[in-house]
């Protein structure tokens, strides 16, 4: 199982171009770009000392010894003192140069191992995860159809309501499932951290992401990308809380999945310049050569090439200009989109606030949120140029009926351009512990091609 938090991991990322590029601008968008670009100018200033070092050599052994082949005509005084001065230079002064920044890199290196390193993991697995959801979805296990809903007012907060797919993903039979904690699929090599989190954002009501290594029934592991939204009612009660579960280890296999997840970029973005797209995927032969003992520049015999980063897309050019709650809420994850739906009577029940921020009314005059208690069809026929097909309202009603999950493309009015776009809608049936329908989550995904 590769692991993504690892150090070793980490400083592999570290080494790579795009890896590198990916993770200053998620910094930047954090607010934090300082500290990628301390490292990155520290090691070019060690790119600076090791040609230094390089050239006082290669200067002696052209011209100052009596074994140069282009040997100066020096006084054998002069050539002596000079010798020794470039050996004292070169095991002293040299060193000692490189070594100025070295507590501060390491500080700074552990700050950004620690705290965006991670937050940076989570990103690109979202937004992987989210390309997907508008494509090919069969890549990750439970993607669009693995869901569950807690009840947080029963002791505990049990599964209540669970989707066939999250029962296929963990391996447990639904019995086992409802009505149990979802700390069940926690092991111990669990990241403490990262349930502790968790739970501060439910203890807070907050939507978030994690990314937790949890265990199937068999004990097999799986890298769990886990989105958690609370939903209230008209009131403002808290009623359930949503969690979207995607498998993710099945498109992650070895080191190289991992360097390719980590170094993908937002649609429409660049990779930088001059990169070549199989370093996404190599990994270097010595896990050691990080980024940091690479450039600490006398022992380094490979010379680093600097890559330049290449033009940003609109999302990041944006970022700057945003508050950083706009600039966090940019970084949509793969669940964001949703609309909870009451199997019985086809009417919104509840509804994430990436919807309101995602689509435009074309039949209405209001622009504001769906309205708990609409029917799901007059909603997506109001953000679509023409009315849903009697053929597509067939297809979705037979599947639920059937406690199918099914996925339909459709052409939907959204923002910021107004425009329509294609969707691929994800309607995933919710049964209770014997096996009956009761809710259908609905999740939007931006279709991809290619």
């Not at 090691?43 to 040997?71: C, M, N, R, W």
């Not at 006084?75 to 002064?93: G, M, P, V």
């Not at 498998?247 to 170094?263: E, P």
Request: aromatic share 10%.
């Amino acid at each position: 199982m590769p692991g993504f938090f690892g150090f070793t991991v980490f400083q592999t990322a570290m080494c790579n171009p795009t890896i590198a590029h990916q993770l200053l601008k998620f910094s930047e968008a954090c607010l934090c770009g300082e500290n990628m670009d301390f490292l990155a100018r520290v090691s070019k200033y060690h790119l600076l000392v090791g040609e230094i070092s390089k050239s006082i050599t290669a200067i002696q052994k052209d011209f100052l010894t009596p074994a140069s082949p282009h040997q100066v005509n020096l006084s054998e005084q002069l050539e002596a003192r000079i010798n020794f001065e470039i050996k004292q230079c070169l095991s002293n002064t040299i060193l000692a140069i490189g070594s100025i920044f070295s507590d501060a890199e390491d500080e700074i290196e552990r700050l950004v191992y620690t705290d965006v390193y991670p937050r940076f993991v989570r990103h690109q697995m979202s937004l992987s995860a989210a390309k997907a959801l508008g494509g090919n979805s069969k890549a990750y296990a439970g993607l669009g159809d693995c869901f569950i809903l807690t009840d947080p007012n029963k002791a505990d907060g049990p599964i209540v309501y669970a989707s066939d797919g999250f029962v296929s993903v963990t391996g447990y039979s639904r019995n086992e499932v409802i009505p149990r904690n979802c700390r069940f699929l926690q092991g111990r090599q669990t990241d403490r951290a990262a349930i502790g989190r968790l739970k501060a954002a439910l203890e807070k009501r907050k939507e978030h992401v994690e990314l937790l290594l949890n265990h199937k029934k068999s004990g097999e592991p799986f890298w769990n990308l886990l989105y958690v939204a609370p939903l209230f009612d008209s009131t403002g009660k808290l009623v359930f809380f949503l969690g979207g579960q995607i498998n993710c280890s099945t498109t992650v296999h070895n080191a190289s999945d991992v360097l390719r997840v980590l170094g993908q970029a937002e649609d429409g973005q660049r990779a930088p310049a001059g990169t070549d797209r199989r370093s996404i995927t190599s990994v270097p032969s010595n896990l050691k050569s990080s980024l940091l003992t690479t450039l600490r520049g006398v022992r380094a015999e490979a010379k680093v090439q600097e890559e330049i980063p290449g033009m940003e897309d609109e999302l990041l050019s944006r970022i700057g200009q945003q508050d950083l709650t706009t600039q966090m809420r940019t970084f949509y994850t793969a669940y964001s989109n949703f609309l909870v739906i009451n199997y019985s009577t086809y009417l919104i029940t509840f509804f994430s606030q990436g919807i309101t921020e995602l689509l435009f009314p074309i039949k209405t005059r209001s622009n504001s949120s769906p309205n708990v208690g609409v029917d799901i069809f007059k909603f997506l026929s109001n953000h679509s140029s023409a009315s849903v097909s009697r053929d597509f309202k067939t297809g979705v009603r037979d599947a639920l009926k059937a406690g199918r999950a099914i996925s339909l493309e459709m052409k939907l009015c959204a923002k910021p351009y107004m425009g329509l776009e294609s969707f691929v809608l994800h309607w995933t049936p919710l049964k209770d512990e014997a096996g009956v329908v009761k809710w259908v989550v609905l999740t939007l995904g931006r279709e991809t091609r290619g």
